[in-house]
């Protein structure tokens, strides 16, 4: 069982800072990737960012120079630093982590809402 934990949402006005954690737990073994999807209310689930373990990361164009993604290795916590937050950004946000040697198995929070309004 792996058990995937984000917190940090919340409400923030426009040109904000929100920063999103995510803890892994459990059967963690052979970790490919952690990342950061979200979905508005109508609109389909989107990549944000995901970071390998090797560090190499991957940004939606929409949030590329305002977001930033990093990661925790060891502690198998992933981090995302929102920046200058548009109402665009509100969403709910959900962080995914890939397992896997032969073949990915994804594991998803629950998530957690994020508002950008005034």
């Known amino acids: 069982q792996v058990q995937v934990v984000e917190s940090g949402g919340g409400l923030v006005q426009p040109g904000g800072s929100l920063r999103l954690s995510c803890v892994a737990s459990g059967s963690i073994y052979s970790i490919r990737d952690m990342g950061w999807y979200r979905q508005a209310p109508g609109k389909q689930r989107e990549l944000v960012a995901s970071?390998?373990?090797?560090?190499?990361?991957n940004y939606a164009d929409s949030v590329k120079g305002r977001f930033t993604i990093s990661r925790d290795n060891a502690k198998y916590t992933v981090f995302l630093q929102m920046n200058s937050l548009k109402p665009d950004d509100t969403a709910v946000y959900y962080c995914?982590?890939?397992?896997?040697?032969?073949?990915?198995?994804?594991?998803w929070g629950q998530g957690t809402q994020v508002t950008v309004s005034s």
């Open positions: 995914n982590v890939g397992l896997g040697v032969f073949r990915r198995y994804d594991h």
């Open positions: 970071i390998t373990s090797g560090g190499s990361t």
